[in-house]
């Protein structure tokens, strides 16, 4: 059966199974997936071990830092934060240079959480996503992904110098 179009004659972008950003949606979906049933025996959400993982790195934070580096609103991480401060996994601490605010930072309880089990699990979600991949090609991938993440060459978020490849 033929459906004509008013724009028939416009060809559209090829938006396929092949097509670089469909993948690579595709490929955070998939992580997205392993990673919650990795920490899902923990009684934990990705969007926690996020929240942990950050805290770790960085050290104690406010909550909208934490939101804002993350990409998680505001709302959804006042849940997240008393859900693990429920858990005793965070404290929030008043902030020394600004008593009005809390930093949040883990407990013993939630660094060793994160360090002897949390990590192992979701270094094992990593290795069945990387699976497909040899070492060297884990490490350019890892190296990839960085660029695209931090080095923007002064880019910001949805700005192209040229058209993008798509694939």
Same mark, same amino acid.
């Given at each position: 059966m033929s459906v004509?179009? !008013?724009?028939?004659? *416009? @060809?559209? @972008?090829? &938006?396929?199974? %092949?097509?670089t950003g469909i993948l690579l949606a595709k490929a955070g979906e998939l992580f997205a997936e392993l990673l919650?049933? #990795? +920490?899902? !025996? &923990? %009684?934990? $959400? #990705?969007?926690? *071990? =996020? +929240?942990l993982t950050? =805290?770790?790195? +960085?050290g104690p934070q406010s909550q909208q830092q934490l939101a804002r580096t993350h %990409? =998680?609103? $505001?709302?959804t991480m006042v849940s997240v934060v008393d859900g693990l401060e429920r858990?005793?996994? +965070?404290? $929030?601490a008043r902030n020394p240079d600004d008593r009005r605010k809390y930093a949040i930072g883990l407990t013993g309880e939630g660094q060793a959480l994160l360090r002897y089990k949390l990590g192992p699990a979701?270094?094992?979600?990593?290795?069945? &996503?990387? #699976? @497909? &991949?040899?070492p060297g090609e884990r490490e350019m991938f890892g190296q990839f992904l960085w660029r695209l993440v931090h080095d923007r060459g002064g880019l910001s978020p949805g700005t192209r110098s040229e058209p993008a490849s798509g694939g």
């Open positions: 004509d179009s !008013p724009n028939s004659d *416009v @060809p559209l @972008p090829e &938006f396929s199974s %092949g097509d919650e049933a #990795a +920490v899902e !025996p &923990f %009684g934990l $959400r #990705a969007k926690d *071990v =996020i +929240v950050a =805290i770790d790195s +960085v %990409g =998680i609103d $505001r709302t858990l005793g996994l +965070v404290q $929030r979701m270094l094992n979600a990593l290795d069945t &996503f990387l #699976a @497909p &991949f040899t």
